[in-house]
């Protein structure tokens, strides 16, 4: 039997039609296939809203009244009334989420739009997370993956940052070695590494700092041995 069944939360069945495939209701309405492949809009009285002119359709955010669809190849968005609202010139695209949507350029980059079809943030290599969740969404930029915000701005594994922590970690090894004396020696380099690491690891699990003394203490103690 093909068809689609909607339920409430109380899993009862409000409506049941004849197409292939839908999802989920929102702002009143819901994407569905028809036979023909084709996906329009239904109401919950399962009455047509918008035709069946897409090869995709997803569901309305409930912000933007926006929702992206598909056709031939390209991309954009649409209201509840079925206007487009940003053209379909994409060569994919995700729903709105907190005020940003993501989008695949003609050029092949990624950006994100608002829903006035303003790029807002642009010159991603990919995006890892294509909706922002509490402000913050994972990407890819010039090669090096790391989270922004809704500016763009780089918030956690920026690449300052990790230049800096770099030069900050050989600078404490080569301080801990030129103590010793064995400044030079690639082997004792590379242990002295693993065990500033993991002292820097103690620190970041939330233990106490007298527990990361006590830690550093021994593994001096190890060193000077």
Known sequence: LIGIVYRNADQEVVLRTDYLAGRNFS????????????????DEANEVQIEFDYDGAWPHSPQEDLAYVARDGQCGFIDRSGEVRIPLTYLDAASFSEGLAMVKKAEGDFAFIDARGRE??????????PRFEQGEAIVVRDGRQLTIDQRGRCVENCPEEREWNERRRKKRVEEL??????????????RALMKLDEVERLSTEGKTQKEVAQRRTRLQKERDD
């Open 27 to 42: 702002e009143g309405l819901a994407p569905v296939q028809n036979a023909a492949g084709k996906w329009g809009y239904i």
């Open 120 to 129: 807002l943030i642009s010159g991603l290599d990919s995006v890892i997370t």
């Open 177 to 190: 070695l030129r103590a010793s004396g064995k400044m030079g020696e690639t082997q004792e380099y590379e």
